[in-house]
């Protein structure tokens, strides 16, 4: 039984692969998201500590793009570059981390709100996860902001915090529809405890869609954390591109025509972003039966 | 009679939820801004330089010498009763900050979204009927590349380029003067409307877009083209007021969302509404401009998401035993 | 099908009200205002806002600027070095144990409603004052003052104990009693919500106007005192952010740009026509050192105690290189606690005397102090074993903070000592104050001309209140009540000389920087402001509004001084920005009282607007629900 189950896991998994391959926008996406993946990584290799120290920075400040520095350095001399490098690996962690953490709560709180809908355990849970999206993000993420601190661990607390609902709402429906169906009832008159048939059968069904959800998730992480970082609520002791982009702004870099400060950070903002999104939207299409074969 | 039994039950459970949700804002706007660090009476006779008896004396008369429960029951009872207290920093009456402050975010995100949407829409319709198309490509990819953008950084090119380096636009405020025109008022209003719309424009066009695609492939839209119905007369009259009904609810909702959309914006822009007002009333720790504005925009979203609720239950009445 | 045109002609409806709506919101918003008339209109851009223009609720810097600009006090600020000067009086006489002050009013002021002020008014302001304990200017008077007018032009300010009274001076501003004896009985937060246009004031201007979170207008006082202003009306916008505020100042929107940052002047030096005053600095950046004894949670490094750590601290920073880098060489290093705009107050150390930038001589100070280096470059406490590592947060309400905070953990690096550098808020800040749970702070300090509550500060008994780090020392007491009992200026100037002198040797903190304040101005349209104090003072009424009665419209000087050769008119001078439709003859008019004040039946016209749009979406739909099978 095991066997039989994983092996048609496994064969579903290389379906996946295979019909995410011939979809052109989802393949463009990973590819970008390659190409920053690497930078992440070349920036442990490449840039020193001493190349993001303020006072110890080897360029001068302020330059304009040229040769060396190829992109320009900031107000304390630091090379662009290397802060977009360090900012790749800060914006990549802090959005993977966040979503995770707000796909593990929301994915929890939605299939235990649709599994148990229709008892007051579900709809207390279905009543949290509409308050939370009820609330306004902004506000709840400056607030906790400032309780508690601005560490990256408590931006990535701060952002899980406020994203969690949306994927729970999401997961809700889908175990709702799930659990309609004829298999589970089998299940269940087998003797299958509740325990199990979340585990072994609706988490399954429901892996997809959460699958696709979270890579979607990544993306508003990355642009919450932006944000947040621009209201100068982000931890400053991580250089984060939305955090580039904030200090460029304090340092008058519009008025004072440091455009090669102020516009890579936010064009590597909206490129992660986006290839995120592909990939997200190819998976949701490759998911979601309806929009199968409808090509 | 039975029907109008279950409409009945329907709107007032709906209400009744609605009413359960905002006695649950009410508390957790109280303490949620509480834990938040430092004493904002310190931190006015800081900036003051006010000797200890003085502060003292501003922390009474700010009520916060009173334990903690005391001041939530206060609290709750005011706001009941509509008095929604003074502002800590200013002395002023935040209804009266809140209502001076509501008209600017209104417009803002009114025109903003009405122009988001109506864009968005229309392309979505087009793209999402013409799948794979060139547009429906260029759409997609635009639409995708201005929701991935950060607000506050669009916002920032295009009042650098506008207002600064073309000098099209004025470069911030809602109007020159106190008797500016209407056109004065537009002629601000631009630079934050297109900031909002680009930003949302993606948004309603992906939505529009799959919703157009999920409802082409139903079988209905083949039977009305089995029918012979041209089309353009498919779309209209079949696809589109079926496909159009998730914007619908969308807009409704983001009429509520007076507050996250606009503090950025209007921080970016110095346009004066409860967005601007909120950031700083954070710095400042003014609980009761902070409580009165979590309060209204919560409300709103809560009696935005019911009227939603009620108009697509009213109508359609599968959704109502749901 | 009737059904659908009759859905099509009410959706095109509903679009037309909505559409209108939107459109009229301009006007009616504006619908109480007056209309325009000529004038010289100077306008002021700023980022910190006047958030309620009620004098008794100033807080703001720019609320302090509109009530300076609005009102007298009884003896003010002198122009030059902001020492007692007179005003409404025209000179306050102790008597011989000073404990009696006699002050005569001058004889020709009126109220800019016509009524004639007289000591009576001032009699009045004080007890109202002291009556309500507005924090703020309660602090000028002792404990059991009292105000007799023997007659209209004599005010007697009488106290229990000998005090300096009317030479600080008290940084009271007048009010007229006709105004304000009505509330004399109100409780305070009713006499903060009490809104008047045009305030009644003795000053060159009065507010006429204000749009909240917008701008802010002021016209004339014909019934001024004083030497007649140039401009008829001065309006303070706000904007939120400086790029924008520059770019006003570029198109001539705002003549007068104040509250700028560092970061701005290679932009603002860049533009023709525009003049940047870098004011002295009012505030310092404050490194400041904890000592313990807080709370239970107050656990600061104990090598701090040690005076050669903090000495040694000292002279490991370099805090030219922190003005340079941080503050773009606007400011200058700092030296003493009293700040240098107190210009009769502050101490100078001579250059020779100065802690000097030394890594060397800091390393060496440590080394012989005991502090062996331990294996991964930092020191070691020999007392407890444990490293020298500081906390150190900075404040986010101070500029450059963080910046310094960085660049001075770079440099403890050199001597060994580590600093984890922490951005908070500062509510944060604050809270870390009162419980001790730090090593060593950045914030910030600014203080009255009067360096009585600067010096304050670090007394022992202000741990727990205003003192950052809970420093106790017996001498600076001392020193600090003596200086507060001398009734004569000049030894007084003396032993707060002393004060300031002991502090910076003793190293409780270290004053890191005076950064300049940044203003900039349109040499082409406005000219001949007198800046307070003079010479590197401020554009704007901060202490006095003899800034703003002298600034002069460009072309209007030229025309009183050649007779009237020259071609632009005082009309002429504002604007030529594109895109704005405010010229410079525009006046705000008269009460807009609450600015965006829309008449309710706009809002039902929008709302019924939106319902009806929804209400077309909706009826669309039906037909087409029509023809769907039933099945699904």
């Not at chain 3, 009884?74 to 007692?84: C, G, H, I, P, T």
Request: hydrophobic share 45%; with cysteine; net charge negative.
């Amino acid at each position: 039984m095991t066997n039989l189950t994983w092996t048609r896991r496994r064969r579903a998994a290389a379906a996946t692969w295979s019909a995410f391959r011939r979809d052109r926008r989802g393949m463009l996406g990973l590819c970008i998201l390659v190409v920053f993946t690497t930078a992440a990584l070349l920036s442990y290799v490449v840039v020193e500590p001493t190349d993001l120290d303020p006072a110890l920075a080897p360029g001068l400040p302020t330059q304009s793009p040229s040769v060396t520095p190829p992109l320009g350095t900031d107000q304390f001399g630091r090379a662009l570059l290397d802060l977009l490098l360090v900012g790749t690996r800060v914006s990549l962690t802090v959005g993977i981390a966040a979503t995770l953490g707000a796909v593990l709560l929301g994915a929890a709180m939605g299939i235990l709100a649709g599994f148990y809908a229709g008892r007051p355990i579900g709809s207390v849970l279905t009543a949290l996860t509409d308050w939370f999206l009820v609330i306004p993000w902004l506000v709840l993420a400056i607030v906790l902001a400032a309780i508690l601190g601005p560490t990256l661990l408590n931006v990535i607390i701060v952002i899980a915090v406020t994203s969690w609902a949306l994927t729970a709402r999401l997961v809700r429906a889908q175990t709702l529809s799930i659990r309609e169906q004829p298999y589970i009832e089998r299940a269940r008159a087998l003797g299958a405890s509740n325990a199990r048939l979340l585990t072994r059968h609706i988490l399954p069904e429901v892996a997809p869609v959460i699958t696709a959800q979270g890579v979607l998730t990544v993306a508003v992480a990355i642009l919450s954390e932006t944000t947040l970082a621009l209201l100068g609520l982000g931890d400053p002791n991580s250089m984060s591109w939305g955090r580039i982009i904030e200090e460029a702004f304090q340092a008058g870099a519009m008025s004072n025509g440091y455009w090669w400060w102020i516009l890579p950070p936010g064009i590597c903002v909206v490129l992660v972003t986006v290839a995120f999104s592909l990939v997200g939207y190819a998976l949701e299409e490759i998911v979601d039966p309806r929009l199968r074969g409808v090509r | 009679m039975s029907r109008g039994a279950g409409r009945l039950t329907f709107v007032a459970r709906k209400a009744g939820w609605a009413l359960l949700t905002l006695a649950f804002i009410l508390a957790v706007n109280f303490f949620l801004f509480r834990i938040m660090p430092g004493d904002p009476a310190a931190l006015l006779a800081r900036s003051q330089r006010l000797s200890p008896e003085a502060l003292a004396a501003q922390r009474a008369e700010f009520g916060l010498d009173q334990p903690l429960l005391a001041q939530f029951v206060t609290y709750m009872r005011e706001t009941v009763s509509g008095n929604l207290g003074v502002s800590l920093v200013s002395g002023l009456d935040v209804t009266q900050l809140i209502v001076s402050r509501l008209w600017p975010t209104i417009l803002l995100l009114g025109v903003g979204t009405a122009l988001a949407a109506g864009i968005g829409v229309i392309g979505g319709i087009r793209g999402g009927w013409r799948r794979g198309s060139s547009f429906d490509s260029g759409s997609l990819y635009t639409s995708l590349v201005l929701y991935s953008t950060p607000e506050g950084w669009l916002g920032m090119l295009l009042l650098l380029t506008f207002a600064g380096f073309l000098g099209w636009f004025p470069a911030g405020g809602f109007r020159s003067s106190a008797d500016g025109g209407p056109v004065d008022v537009l002629q601000h209003l631009a630079l934050p409307v297109l900031a909002l719309s680009l930003g949302y424009v993606g948004q309603y066009l992906l939505v529009m877009r799959s919703s157009m695609i999920e409802v082409k492939s139903m079988p209905y839209i083949a039977l009305a083209r089995a029918k012979g119905l041209t089309d353009p007369d498919v779309r209209r009259r079949h696809a589109l007021p079926n496909a159009v009904l998730p914007i619908f609810t969308l807009v409704v909702l983001s009429a509520g969302f007076i507050l996250g959309g606009a503090i950025v914006i209007e921080t970016v822009f110095s346009w004066p509404g409860l967005g601007l007002l909120t950031y700083e009333a954070i710095n400042t720790l003014d609980y009761p401009v902070l409580q009165g504005v979590f309060l209204v925009s919560s409300g709103a979203v809560i009696f935005t998401a019911f009227l939603a609720d009620i108009t697509y239950g009213l109508l359609d009445p599968r959704v109502r035993s749901a | 099908m009737g059904r659908g045109n009759f859905g099509r002609w009410r959706s095109r409806a509903a679009l037309g009200v909505a559409v209108a709506a939107v459109a009229m919101t301009g006007g009616l918003a504006t619908a109480t205002s007056a209309q325009a008339e000529g004038g010289t209109t100077l306008t002021i851009g700023t980022t910190v806002a006047i958030d309620n223009p009620n004098i008794w609720a100033v807080n703001s810097t720019t609320e302090w600027e509109s009530v300076t600009l609005q009102y007298d006090m009884m003896l003010k600020f002198s122009d030059e070095d902001l020492s007692a000067a007179p005003s409404l009086a025209t000179g306050c006489e102790p008597n011989a144990d000073f404990r009696v002050w006699t002050c005569s009013i001058r004889d020709d002021v009126k109220w800019s409603d016509g009524t004639p002020l007289t000591a009576k008014d001032i009699a009045f302001t004080y007890q109202f004052v002291i009556d309500h304990g507005f924090g703020y200017f309660t602090s000028y008077f002792p404990k059991g003052s009292t105000f007799e007018t023997p007659d209209d032009y004599t005010l007697v300010w009488t106290t229990p104990k000998p005090m300096r009274g009317p030479q600080l001076p008290p940084w009271v501003y007048i009010v007229p009693e006709h105004i304000w004896a009505p509330y004399a009985d109100k409780p305070n937060k009713e006499i903060k919500q009490a809104s008047m246009f045009p305030t009644v004031a003795s000053g060159p201007y009065v507010m006429t106007a204000a749009d909240p979170g917008q701008s802010w207008t002021f016209e004339r006082n014909p019934n001024f005192w004083g030497e007649a202003p140039h401009y008829d009306t001065i309006v303070y916008r706000l904007y939120t952010n400086q790029e924008a505020m520059v770019q006003a100042l570029k198109s001539g929107e705002i003549q007068i740009a104040e509250n700028l940052e560092s970061s701005l002047l290679p932009a603002l030096e860049s533009i023709p026509n525009v003049a940047v005053q870098r004011v002295t600095a009012d505030t310092w950046i404050n490194l400041a050192f904890n000592f313990g004894g807080q709370g239970p949670d107050s656990n600061p490094l104990p090598a701090l105690q040690d005076l050669q750590v903090r000495k040694a601290i000292a002279m490991a920073i370099d805090k030219q290189a922190i003005v340079d880098k941080v503050y773009l060489g606007a400011g200058a290093p700092g030296e003493t606690i009293v700040r240098p705009l107190s210009v009769y107050w502050h101490l100078d150390i001579p250059d020779d005397q100065v802690i000097p930038y030394d890594p060397a001589a800091a390393n060496a100070m440590l080394d012989e102090a005991g502090y062996p280096m331990g294996p991964d470059g930092i020191r070691l406490d020999p007392a407890t074993g444990q490293p020298l590592i500081l906390r150190l947060p900075t404040s986010n309400d101070t500029p450059g903070s963080e910046a310094a905070g960085r660049m001075i953990a770079s440099f403890l690096e050199q001597v060994g000592i580590k600093a984890e550098v922490q951005p908070v808020s500062a509510g944060k800040v604050y809270d870390m104050q009162q419980s001790g749970d730090f090593d060593a702070y950045i914030w910030y300090w600014s203080g009255d001309p009067d360096p009585n509550y600067q010096l304050s500060v670090f007394t022992s008994d202000q741990c727990g209140d205003l003192s950052d780090g809970c420093w106790k020392d017996a001498t600076y007491d001392a020193l600090y009540a003596q200086q507060g009992e001398e009734m004569n200026q000049d030894a007084r100037l003396a032993l707060v000389k002393q004060a300031q002198q002991y502090v910076y040797d003793q190293v409780p903190a270290i004053v890191i920087a005076y950064p300049n304040s940044i203003a900039a101005y349109r040499t082409d349209l406005v000219t001949g402001i007198v800046p307070v104090p003079a010479g590197d003072g401020y554009l704007t009424p901060m202490y006095s509004y003899t800034s703003l009665v002298t600034a002069t419209p460009v072309g209007a000087e030229e025309a009183t001084d050649n007779g009237g050769d020259s071609a632009s008119t005082p009309a002429e001078t504002d604007s030529d920005s594109a895109g704005s439709d405010q010229a410079a003859g525009q006046e705000a008019s008269a009460d807009t009282g609450s600015g965006g004040g829309i008449p309710a039946w706009v809002w039902i016209v929008v709302i019924v607007a939106i319902v009806l749009v929804v209400a077309f979406v909706v009826i669309r739909r039906r037909p087409a629900a029509a023809d769907r099978p039933d099945s699904e």
